[in-house]
T-cell receptor
Framework: SQQGEEDPQALSIQEGENATMNCSYK?????LQWYRQNSGRGLVHLIL?????REKHSGRLRVTLDTSKKSSSLLITASRAADTASYFC??????????FGSGTRLQVQP | DVKVTQSSRYLVKRTGEKVFLECVQD?????MFWYRQDPGLGLRLIYF???????EKGDIPEGYSVSREKKERFSLILESASTNQTSMYLC?????????FGAGTRLSVL
């Protein structure tokens, strides 16, 4: 099974609402990252949170990390239609490569 | 601006053909990666390279090989393409912890 598992698999909200997606992982991490992928395109890095951090903000993004529960959440506030995309968490466990989850598909209805 | 370029957006090949997927980055990054992305499975690491001529197997290397003769170029080779290798292939390079992705190559093997 995958190191990172996102929940829910799909999420549909109205413009202006907040979107929350969660990621659980299995082993100890150095950091956890969130990436975004527009349909048919490559991934774009959004935010990184280190294992000794509990919360991080970047614009309308807020990420939390609970290492005791091995989980993270990504909150997008005041969502826009342009936020429609798939969102992936990725864990850095000390090997050179990241391990990606299966993603959450977010649909923001205008 | 960071740029990772994959040589083809779409590719159609026949079973048994030898297939080359090319990836070039212009950031002088040490690390480069090849992933495949399938619905419901997220991104799975095929191979990565941490230096010229150096490579390491990822989670699903079977049926693939790679070549890194120059720092900026990382090639994925399907020695004898099979229908189960029909997928989206994503190349990435990294500086530190963050990965930068190409737009992807959608490969269909008939």
């Amino acid at each position: 099974s995958q190191q990172g598992e996102e929940d829910p698999q799909a999420l549909s909200i109205q413009e202006g609402e907040n979107a929350t997606m969660n990621c659980s992982y299995k082993t100890s991490i150095n950091n956890l990252q969130w990436y975004r992928q527009n349909s048919g395109r490559g991934l774009v890095h959004l935010i990184l949170i280190r294992s000794n951090e509990r919360e991080k903000h970047s614009g309308r993004l807020r990420v939390t990390l609970d290492t005791s529960k091995k989980s993270s959440s990504l909150l997008i506030t005041a969502s826009r239609a342009a936020d429609t995309a798939s969102y992936f968490c990725a864990t850095d466990t000390g090997r050179r490569a990241l391990t990606f989850g299966s993603g959450t598909r977010l649909q923001v209805q205008p | 601006d960071v740029k990772v370029t994959q040589s083809s957006r779409y590719l159609v090949k026949r079973t048994g053909e030898k297939v080359f997927l090319e990836c070039v980055q212009d950031m002088d990054h040490e690390n480069m990666f090849w992933y495949r992305q399938d619905p419901g499975l997220g991104l799975r690491l095929i191979y990565f390279s941490y230096d010229v001529k150096m490579k390491e197997k990822g989670d699903i290397p079977e049926g693939y090989s790679v070549s890194r003769e120059k720092k900026e170029r990382f090639s994925l080779i399907l020695e004898s393409a099979s229908t189960n290798q029909t997928s989206m292939y994503l190349c990435a390079s990294s500086f530190g912890n963050i990965q930068y992705f190409g737009a992807g190559t959608r490969l269909s093997v008939l």
